[in-house]
Each structure stands twice: as C-alpha cells, then as structure tokens.
Nanobody
Framework: EVQLVQSGGGSVQAGGSLRLSCATSGFTFDEYAIGWFRQAPGKEREAVSCQARDTSSIFYNPSVKGRFTVTRDNAENSVYLQMNSLKPEDTALYYC????????????????????WGQGTQVTVSA
C-alpha cells in the first residue's frame, strides 16, 4: 500500500521557520518525483516545490524561492520542506504528493500529475 505520511507544520510568527516531513512507503522511492502543494482558504491549490531524483531537478514556486528548501533522503524514502522567513501569505494546508518519474529528472508542477497524496498539514503564519 502506497503511503505518504506528513508531519511538522504548526503556527509561527512572521519571519519564523517550520519544517515539513513526508515519509513514504509502498513504492520504489527512486522512481518517483515528490512535490509539495498548498491550498489556502478560498484559493486554488498551488505547487510549492517539487523534486525528481536529485538536486539537479528541483522546482520552486517563485513566491517561495530563496525561503523554502526541499531536500530528499533516498535512504529514508523521505522528503523535507524547510520553510524559512515565513510570511502570513504562506498560511495554508500543505500536502506532499508523488508521481512516477521512472528515475528521470522531471517533476510535475501540476496537481493532476500526481497519483498519491499525503494527508495534509496546516501551516499558520501570524503577522
């Protein structure tokens, strides 16, 4: 059974940091790209970041570039999203997701490209 189990998140003041974790199981991790998405109340879901096999294939939404860092631990089958310099507009429900990449260097920036999703974790940033 494919599982993506998220942890982390919470509430911080603007300028603070949080780290999200996404532990995966049930599939060959090296063959999947992992993405992070978020959805704020009343807004559409948007891609935050994604990473395929290694650091040569990382996408960041321009709104988070330079503040968020995604890392992938292939030994632990996990992906982490380090979020620094958080802003109130980062407040949202965050999801990790996975899609098959065949071990290649492509990771999708659209939600429909992903076949497996984590349960979501809330991030709240106060001014």
């Amino acid at each position: 059974e494919v599982q993506l189990v998220q942890s982390g998140g919470g509430s911080v003041q603007a300028g603070g940091s949080l780290r999200l974790s996404c532990a995966t199981s049930g599939f060959t991790f090296d063959e999947y790209a992992i993405g992070w998405f978020r959805q704020a109340p009343g807004k559409e879901r948007e891609a935050v970041s994604c990473q395929a096999r290694d650091t040569s294939s990382i996408f960041y939404n321009p709104s988070v570039k330079g503040r968020f860092t995604v890392t992938r631990d292939n030994a632990e089958n996990s992906v982490y999203l380090q979020m620094n310099s958080l802003k109130p507009e980062d407040t949202a429900l965050y999801y990790c997701a996975a899609h098959y990449s065949g071990g290649g260097f492509y990771c999708g920036a659209q939600g429909y490209e992903y076949t497996h999703w984590g349960q979501g974790t809330q991030v709240t940033v106060s001014a």
